[in-house]
């Protein structure tokens, strides 16, 4: 595909697993990157999709390519954390969309509204039945797999954003407008309680998000579960007491990304289909690129791998590597590129990318999945822009660190500073001496502090975040470096300038 071309690249579907359940298919799709999972469950050629992300195109095929009719699209609630794909399911593929309760109301669009444990038929042996289940938001609803051969017993449980592996979902989100958290969080242990605690232990459980996710705390890392592991092992279904339960959930809460707000909204509109988004994206060339990114409103968000993006870039552009795989698979040195975009930059801001050109496609799309629409790309990317005459190319500003005597250098003249841009409790668990910790989530809103005649020096654990951290003091004016290798080089090569002392394994 050329630069230009307003088609959609069908990334990799992040199909994980295929589950049969007494002859009904489950598949799920994973997209590490978000920490989401979409489902498909079939059964005697039918079939219906839930939570399915913005981009579609590989649900479709995956219908095509089986045979199977899809019956509706099934909504375990508004999401806030990206952007779903039903309101292009529904022109697409004529699928009905349904939802819980009192979710009509808000739509711009027309979701069929279930009731309390209303069942939508999918084949002769099986069907789908709505349980209301809200906390994490009003309408939120679990939707049970059950067998109406056996007198309809729940088989499997799509839990949504209500009970997740090792944890639940969190009751102070935007999708909960006009309830406290502490209202939201009654209800989610009601919802716990006297809904799912009831279903059979070896009902199986198939959450909306996994570890990674901002919808909760302390999510678990496996893609399925069952009722009765979960009431073994999950904290959220050991509690007894109301109030005690509310107090746990509404506090410890991670902080919410800026731009769940904007999905909400997205998701309740129904998102613009993702061709069309597309066809909006520009393709300037680098003459007219540099032009463009005069604009105050225009942020430069380049896709490339860390280290070409140290090699060189444009001028005040901010760094988020992508990654490979389509956001399917999230290697143990790449980061969450769509959440980190969506907590850094406004979602009103234009979006100028910078791309390999065989990824261009794939950085809009991820955008998009987060309901962010890219304005316009540079053609040819940096090789483009490198070998245009006026076009200026900046270097990132990394440090080594391979003693102490190098770690005490970054500190001298007490012009220095070491940040810490991990979670607090990464910080607290170990972290470099005279290190201040400056969370990158918390780094826009904290820069009014930093003084600009002073250098800073970034680490995180292996250097994701930093790189990140780094770009945007960079663009603000600061004089910024990146420690290589982040802490787990710290630890590995000045273990006695960590706070704990402790050698660890050499990179």
Known sequence: MSDGEADCLILPSGLKETHDIDGASVRIYYLE????????ISHGGNAFLIDPRRDVDAYLQDLESGGLTLKGVLLTHVHADFVSGHQELQERARAKVYMGAGS??????????TKDGEDMSLSEKFAVRAVHTPGHTPESVTWLLIDKEENNRAKAAFTGDTLFIGSCGRPDLVGSIGYTAEQMAGFMFDSLNEKLKTLPDDTKVYPAHGAGSPCGKSLGTGLSSTIGAEKRTNIALQFQDRNTFVKFLTSGQPPAPGYFKHDVTQNLQGALPLSKAIKNVGWLEPADFQKAIEDEQVVVLDSRRIEDFNVGHVPGALCFPAGQAGGAVVKAEEGNFAIWVGTLIPHTAKLAIVAYTDQAFETIQRLARIGYEASFVLKRGMKAWESTIGCEVQKSQRVEVNTAA???????????????????????????????????????NILKLFDKSKKYYAYCSSGYRSAIALSLLRKEGFDAYDIVNGFVGLVANVPERTMTGKVRRKL
């Open 406 to 444: 190098d770690y005490d250098a970054l500190l001298e003249k007490n012009d220095g500073v070491v940040i810490d841009i991990r979670l607090p409790s990464e910080f607290e668990s170990d972290h470099a001496k005279s290190a201040i910790n400056t969370p990158l989530n918390e780094l826009k």
């Open 33 to 40: 990157c978000l920490a989401q999972a979409s489902y498909m």
């Open 104 to 113: 009509a109301e808000r739509c711009q669009f027309r979701p069929y509204e």
